[in-house]
């Protein structure tokens, strides 16, 4: 069931979140992002695109 209001109930909420927990699909899309989450190295990108902007002064648009 899908809430298709802009003002769900908190019934209609209830029931959604649910089935978001029940389907194995949406879990299996969870663990994914989970482990690319995990796995992504935040402090280190960051910290070689302020390099690059320093350096370019210049926004950095695409990597």
């Known amino acids: ?4 209001t802009n ?3 908190p019934t209609q909420i209830g029931k959604a979140v649910q089935q978001v927990l029940a389907e ?3 879990t299996a899309r969870a663990k ?7 796995n992504y190295d935040a402090p280190t990108r960051s910290a070689n695109l302020l ?3 320093a ?5 950095i648009l695409r990597t």
């Open 7 to 9: 003002t769900p109930t």
């Open 32 to 38: 994914y992002f989970q482990t690319e989450i995990n």
């Open 55 to 59: 350096i370019s002064k210049r926004p």
């Open 51 to 53: 390099e690059k902007l």
């Open 1 to 4: 069931m899908w809430v298709r």
């Open 24 to 26: 194995t699909k949406f």
